[in-house]
């Protein structure tokens, strides 16, 4: 059975700090990508980046997150810096054979909240 367990989420103040990590188990873990998205209250799900470093929105370009993977512990890594309330949302990790491709396997998510 393939699980994806997210961990790390929190409350922080505005231009703050946290990491989250994606625990991958049940798969080849080189035969997959694994992304990172989120969802705030009331908006559409959007990709915050994928591992193997195409990003989906602005905000990797930026250089506030920074996608790193330990294929050894089969962990994927989102660290978020000068984080923003607008960063706040449910944040998921989730596999999929490509970056562009379908995410079949998702996790259950951990959520960010960002005080200003």
């Known amino acids: 059975e ?3 367990v997210e961990s790390g989420g929190g409350l922080v103040q505005a ?3 946290l990491r989250l990590s994606c625990a991958a188990s049940g798969l080849t873990f080189d035969d997959y990508v694994i992304a990172w998205f989120r969802q705030a209250p009331g908006k559409e799900r ?3 980046a994928c591992a193997d470093g195409i990003t989906y929105i ?3 370009n930026q250089g506030r997150f920074t996608i790193s993977s330990d294929n050894a512990k089969k962990t994927v890594y ?3 810096n000068s984080l923003k309330p607008e ?3 449910v944040y998921y990790c989730a596999a999929s054979t490509h970056c ?3 995410f079949d396997y998702w996790g259950q998510g ?3 909240t960002v005080t200003s």
């Open 2 to 4: 393939v699980q994806l």
């Open 46 to 48: 959007e990709g915050v």
């Open 78 to 80: 989102l660290q978020m």
């Open 58 to 60: 602005e905000i990797v």
């Open 100 to 102: 562009s491709g379908t």
């Open 110 to 112: 951990t959520q960010v």
């Open 87 to 89: 960063d706040s949302a």
């Open 15 to 17: 231009g703050g700090s």
